[in-house]
């Protein structure tokens, strides 16, 4: 008998990719797509990269296809918006050996700046796409994405959602099989995107998708389950365990490969239900096509677009059921916040008691702009806070930007930074620029980066030196320094917001959850010398308290020792001892 395994979503993906034969596996970190990478970092025999950017991820990736192997690339929804561009002209050439992009969606937004959907994407670039409802189907349809891209000749984009990548499921395991690699045959028209090439390459990506459409019925990861044809849903992913569960007698067609759409399947399915609901997460992708056919469907009429669903949802629509109905307790407000001893929290602080205002970008660095820091004014995408303040200084001129700066961390700078500050340097601007070099991208769980000399394997590799990067582009002034320096820290803001030259400020220290720190020391209050006047609670620590006659209190089960609390006491009422 097969071995069995309980499985990730992620993990499931993984193997599915391990199974399918794929040589070659290049993507950026990012929640909830992350650990598919890693599991599949454990399989000796994938070639698997942490790539600077999503973008450069899957142009690696259809490289390896080109060469004639199986490739993929993993990345979140907001990621394949840096990868848009090689991704709609993918879709021109075609591939050599299959080619699967894994895009990560994240309804609700556990943990992303938007709830952009995929789908809406690949209808735009005419890219089909498979979608997974557990685990098991996340390797197998895998798998059969890699059939489908080969046979069609074209990148797969492989859908899923935090609950697919984070939910747990049993997967029946198989045997690894690797295709026979592909010759590579040289066809200017069809790898040569130059417009003569481009245009008869579009009329390919038109009829590969009306053959598709015509055969997607047949697809077998599209399915109808008939039962009570009084009701019926068209669902996908998730969406369909939710349906199960709430109308398990209700008859559904349960699609797989959600683009192109089965028309002839779908009509036949709603001739034979009464009732036809469409029931899916974010937006009406599969409902607008289906009522565009002139089918009677109900859908986001009754649905929302926001916000992963549940069973409890359907309920409430389809039977008035609302099985969520209990007294609600206030609990306490928990903000997310930054970790005791994180370098963040540090230069945060110089920022605030400065009154400068910063233009943030994606990462753990994120929380500085709420209380009680309230630094970061500015939150779009990778690499942005570099190009607002570039902005920022050429629409109101250099006085206006002295009290602001960008800050941006280390992973972050090299993914799409760098050519920000390239922009900065090339377009003579002035202005701060604060690299929060912590060792690792932190956000997504500490994946190794091209500055920090280890790859995904583990392997020793050259590191980067953000320094001499900054430098070798231009940049006329550049300090590293410890983060948890604060006095220099404080008179190096200064001195660089008020001058008229291009400054990058390194702030130096390993995140405080990184694998091998330790922490020799703790921070102790005396509560004699202690005058009960909150400076260091400005900081905003979490290891620290209030007791109830008002002294200040660390927990030292908490406290990494940072000793950043020691600098905001004037009294002399908090020291560093040794655990």
């Given amino acids: 008998m097969a071995e069995k395994r309980i499985m990730l979503g992620n993990d499931a993906i993984a193997r599915g990719a391990y199974e399918a034969g794929v040589k070659v596996s290049s993507s950026y970190p990012g929640t909830p797509s992350t650990e598919i990478s890693e599991f599949l970092a454990k399989y000796d025999e994938v070639y698997t990269e942490w790539a600077p950017n999503e973008k450069v991820a899957l142009e690696a990736a259809a490289g390896a296809s080109l060469a004639g192997v199986r490739s993929m690339a993993c990345m979140k929804h907001v990621g394949l918006n840096v990868a848009s561009d090689p991704l709609y002209t993918l879709a021109y050439t075609g591939v050599n050996g299959g080619l699967v992009i894994v895009v990560a969606d994240d309804p609700g937004i556990a943990s992303s700046q938007n709830e952009q959907d995929t789908r809406m994407i690949a209808r735009s670039a005419h890219l089909p796409v498979v979608e997974p409802s557990d685990s098991n189907e996340?390797?197998?349809?895998?798998?059969?994405?890699?059939?489908?891209s080969e046979k069609y000749d074209t990148p797969v984009i492989f859908r899923t959602t935090t609950k697919l990548s984070h939910s747990q499921s049993v997967v029946e395991l198989g045997e690894r099989v690797v295709p026979q690699d592909k010759a590579y045959e040289r066809?200017?028209?069809?790898?040569?995107?130059?417009?003569?090439?481009?245009?008869?390459?579009?009329?390919?990506?038109?009829?590969?998708?009306?053959?598709?459409?015509?055969?997607?019925?047949?697809?077998?990861?599209?399915?109808?389950?008939?039962?009570?044809?009084?009701?019926?849903?068209?669902?996908?992913g998730i969406p369909y365990q939710y349906v199960k569960e709430a109308c398990p007698q209700a008859s559904v067609l349960k699609l797989g490969v959600v683009n192109p759409l089965p028309k002839a399947l779908i009509e036949e399915f709603v001739k034979e239900v009464e009732t036809?609901?469409?029931?899916?997460?974010?937006?009406?992708?599969?409902?607008?096509?289906?009522?565009?056919?002139?089918?009677?469907?109900?859908?986001?009429?009754?649905?929302?677009?926001?916000?992963?669903?549940?069973?409890?949802?359907?309920?409430?629509?389809?039977?008035?059921?609302d099985?969520?109905?209990?007294?609600?307790?206030?609990?306490?407000?928990?903000?997310?916040?930054?970790?005791?001893?994180?370098?963040?929290?540090?230069?945060?602080?110089?920022?605030?008691?400065?009154?400068?205002?910063?233009?943030?970008?994606?990462?753990?660095?994120?929380?500085?702009?709420?209380?009680?820091?309230?630094?970061?004014?500015?939150?779009?995408?990778?690499?942005?806070?570099?190009?607002?303040?570039?902005?920022?200084?050429?629409?109101?001129?250099?006085?206006?930007?002295?009290n602001w700066v960008a800050t941006i961390g280390d992973?972050?700078?090299?993914?799409?930074?760098?050519?920000?500050?390239?922009?900065?340097?090339?377009?003579?601007?002035?202005?701060?620029?604060?690299?929060?070099?912590?060792?690792?991208?932190?956000?997504?769980?500490?994946?190794?980066?091209?500055?920090?000399?280890?790859?995904?394997?583990g392997e020793d590799t050259y590191a980067i030196d953000l320094a001499d990067l900054c430098?070798?582009?231009?940049?006329?002034?550049?300090?590293?320094?410890?983060?948890?320096?604060?006095?220099?820290?404080?008179?190096?803001?200064?001195?660089?917001?008020?001058?008229?030259?291009?400054?990058?400020?390194?702030?130096?220290?390993?995140?405080?959850?990184?694998?091998?720190?330790?922490?020799?020391?703790?921070?102790?209050?005396?509560?004699?010398?202690?005058k009960k006047c909150g400076m260091c609670m400005k900081i905003g620590c979490p290891a620290m308290t209030k007791t109830e006659n008002g002294t200040v209190k660390i927990d030292e089960t908490m406290c990494n020792g940072c000793g950043l609390c020691k600098n905001y006491c004037k009294f002399g009422a908090i020291s560093t001892v040794e655990r």
Avoid at 213 to 223: G, M, Y
């Fill in 138 to 148: 996340a390797k197998e349809f895998f798998k059969y994405a890699f059939d489908l």
């Fill in 187 to 236: 066809q200017v028209p069809k790898y040569v995107m130059m417009p003569a090439s481009a245009i008869g390459r579009h009329k390919v990506v038109e009829a590969r998708e009306d053959k598709m459409t015509l055969d997607a019925p047949a697809f077998p990861i599209n399915k109808v389950e008939y039962n009570d044809k009084k009701i019926g849903f068209i669902t996908s």
């Fill in 276 to 321: 036809v609901y469409v029931f899916e997460e974010l937006e009406p992708v599969i409902e607008e096509q289906v009522k565009s056919w002139g089918l009677n469907v109900k859908g986001k009429e009754l649905f929302t677009k926001q916000g992963e669903y549940s069973a409890n949802m359907l309920k409430k629509v389809i039977y008035g059921i």
């Fill in 323 to 402: 099985e969520c109905q209990f007294d609600k307790a206030e609990a306490p407000a928990r903000p997310p916040i930054l970790c005791p001893g994180c370098p963040h929290r540090s230069v945060f602080s110089v920022l605030n008691k400065l009154k400068i205002h910063a233009a943030g970008d994606i990462g753990c660095y994120t929380l500085g702009a709420v209380a009680p820091l309230n630094v970061i004014d500015t939150t779009i995408c990778m690499g942005s806070s570099i190009s607002l303040l570039h902005g920022m200084e050429k629409a109101k001129g250099k006085e206006y930007i002295k």
């Fill in 411 to 457: 992973s972050t700078f090299l993914h799409t930074g760098v050519n920000s500050l390239i922009n900065m340097v090339y377009n003579k601007s002035t202005g701060t620029v604060m690299i929060l070099d912590n060792r690792t991208t932190g956000m997504t769980g500490h994946q190794e980066h091209a500055a920090t000399g280890k790859t995904l394997k």
């Fill in 471 to 530: 430098r070798s582009i231009g940049v006329p002034n550049v300090v590293e320094i410890n983060a948890f320096d604060v006095p220099g820290l404080e008179k190096l803001v200064k001195e660089s917001v008020s001058s008229d030259t291009l400054t990058v400020i390194i702030a130096k220290a390993p995140c405080a959850l990184l694998k091998g720190q330790k922490f020799p020391n703790k921070c102790v209050v005396d509560p004699e010398k202690c």
